[in-house]
Nanobody, 124 residues
């Protein structure tokens, strides 16, 4: 059984929206930071957005600010990534990851659990 499961990816056109979900099957009793990362073919996996514990602080890469919103529902063990005004360059496999801490962004090696990813494809 996967600890983290992403869903919500798909094929959309430029300017459309998607909402990704990252559901954890394990309830943690310590502060957990969750990040969304993406990886396109031939590229390194990059941080996209992160949310700290319990959810007041967020962080985004510059290219998605104003378009993407990360949020979390701790009662449901789920983190969301609302992606609006999608662009072709947003196409990638999106992964969620969690690590222990309060900060909205951790060093990549501090994320101890990763999901299997969900494909987002934006066509022009």
């Amino acid at each position: 059984q996967m600890h983290l499961r992403e869903s919500g990816g798909g094929l959309v056109q430029t300017g459309e929206s998607l909402r990704l979900s990252c559901e954890s099957s394990v309830r943690s009793f310590s502060p957990v930071t969750v990040g969304w990362f993406r990886q396109s073919s031939g590229q390194e996996r990059e941080f996209v957005a992160g949310i700290g514990w319990p959810g007041g602080r967020t962080e985004y890469i510059e290219s998605v600010k104003g378009r993407f919103t990360i949020s979390r529902d701790n009662a449901e063990n789920t983190v969301y990534l609302q992606m609006n005004s999608l662009k072709v360059e947003d196409s990638a496999v999106y992964y969620c990851a969690e690590g222990h801490g309060n900060s909205p962004k951790l060093a990549k090696d501090q994320y101890h659990t990763w999901g299997q990813g969900t494909q987002v494809t934006v066509s022009s």
